[in-house]
Each structure stands twice: as structure tokens, then as C-alpha cells.
């Protein structure tokens, strides 16, 4: 049973560009949590989702921040017109759906703004 | 707001000795609490975890975590610290959101001397 699956590990972007970030969760998740962690920080929340809906996004930036979870795929974190602020580890974890079982976390996409 | 809170940036330990990292909770009804380590350019490992019953928890790499309802307190601690257990390591508690996501501490950053 893979693990969950993030890539690229490492992302490269010019100011004003589009960054997207996959995660394919673990066989038999239906849930999907983002967290953006800062150099020499913890990790902070961005978005849960479930297949084709979004739960929770009280930790998303208001512009420029969006994430799906379609019914066939991978889950997709979309930062559009990166700034060099947006430059940090993003990571992606799953579970099942019962409130007493961990997350599980991916190795995490690197995102450097240039 | 629910929370959990790790009061120490970093924590400094002699190999041989024995450790611990603290953590505090707040939240409603019963909570489920989880200690996450991460190494350096990784994601998360999970490390153990606190639904229901005895309240010392036994988990991975010789770790156990004490649950402490009156202090709102969950604990990791091990009996003798080894070089390689120096990494970054997180508290956490799951909250209901009408679903269930995980909010994490700040971090504690354990170095083990030789």
C-alpha cells in the first residue's frame, strides 16, 4: 500500500507564475488535508477536503489560493502569480473518514519563488 | 478555539538521559492527541497517538506520551534519548469541524548531545 504521493518534491517558479501541487492519498482515504510549513516553522493549516468538496478552508490566503479534490485524481493546491512569500514546503496528508485515526503525510513539495 | 500549544522552541538533552517534550491542549469534549516527528527535507512520521483508556501511551522508536486530563497535557517522553532521535517534533490534536482535521504545535526542535 503506496504511501501518500506528492509531486514534484520540488517546484520552481518566476514571480507571476502558476504553481500546482499534487497528492494522491493513501488507498482507501477519502479525506485530504493541506499544510504550508515555513522555513524553521510549524505547520500551518490550509484546506481539508473530501471528494468533490471542500470542508474546511479557513487557513486558504483569500486571493490567489485554490484546491480541489476531484472524484477521479489526484488532490491539487493551485497557487496562482506566485510571490516570493509563497516559498515554502507544502504538504499534503490523508485519512479515513473516523475522527480517531491519524493523518498520514506525504514527503511534502518544495516551492521556491525566483 | 481549539488549540494545542508547545511551550518549548527547543529542548537540549545528553545521550543516556531522559527526555521530554511538552504539550497542552485546548478543546472541546474528549480529545484525540498525536505526537508527529519530522527530520530534516521529510513529512511526518507518526509517532503515537491518544484516543480513549490508559493514559500512558507506548509508541514508535521507544517513545510513550502521558495523558494528564486535569493538566490538559500530553507529553512525549523516553527513558534514554539517542543522537538520532534530535529532529523536529509536533503535538497535535484532532478537532471536529463537521469533519475531522488535525491542528498542530508549533514545533519543539530536540537536539541530543553525545
Redesign the interface.
Known amino acids: 500500500n503506496a504511501g501518500v504521493m506528492q509531486n514534484p518534491r520540488h517546484l520552481v517558479r518566476r514571480r507571476g507564475q502558476e504553481a500546482r501541487l499534487r497528492c494522491s492519498p493513501m488507498k482507501g482515504h477519502s479525506h485530504v488535508y493541506w499544510y504550508r510549513q515555513l522555513p524553521e516553522e510549524g505547520l500551518k493549516f490550509m484546506v481539508y477536503l473530501q471528494k468533490e468538496n471542500i470542508i474546511d478552508e479557513s487557513g486558504m490566503p483569500k486571493e490567489r489560493f485554490s484546491a480541489e479534490f476531484p472524484k477521479e485524481g489526484p488532490s491539487i493546491l493551485r497557487i496562482q502569480q506566485v510571490v516570493r512569500g509563497d516559498s515554502a514546503a507544502y504538504f499534503c496528508a490523508s485519512s479515513p473518514s473516523m475522527g480517531n485515526t491519524e493523518a498520514f503525510f506525504g514527503q511534502g513539495t518544495r516551492l521556491t519563488v525566483v | 478555539a481549539q488549540s494545542v500549544a508547545q511551550p518549548e522552541d527547543q529542548v537540549n538533552v545528553a545521550e543516556g538521559n531522559p527526555l521530554t517534550v511538552k504539550c497542552t491542549y485546548s478543546v472541546s469534549g474528549n480529545p484525540?492527541l498525536?505526537w508527529?516527528v519530522q527530520y530534516p527535507?521529510?513529512?511526518?512520521?507518526?509517532l503515537l497517538?491518544y484516543?480513549t483508556g490508559d493514559n500512558l501511551v507506548k509508541g514508535s522508536y521507544g517513545f510513550e506520551a502521558e495523558f494528564n486530563k486535569s493538566q490538559t497535557s500530553f507529553h512525549l517522553k523516553k527513558p534514554s534519548a539517542l543522537v538520532s532521535d534530535s529532529a523536529l517534533y509536533?503535538c497535535a490534536v484532532?478537532v471536529?469541524?463537521?469533519?475531522?482535521?488535525?491542528?498542530?504545535?508549533?514545533?519543539t526542535r530536540l537536539f541530543v548531545k553525545a
Open positions: 484525540y498525536f508527529y527535507n521529510r513529512g511526518l512520521q507518526f497517538k484516543i509536533f484532532r471536529n469541524t463537521g469533519g475531522f482535521k488535525t491542528i498542530f504545535g508549533a514545533g
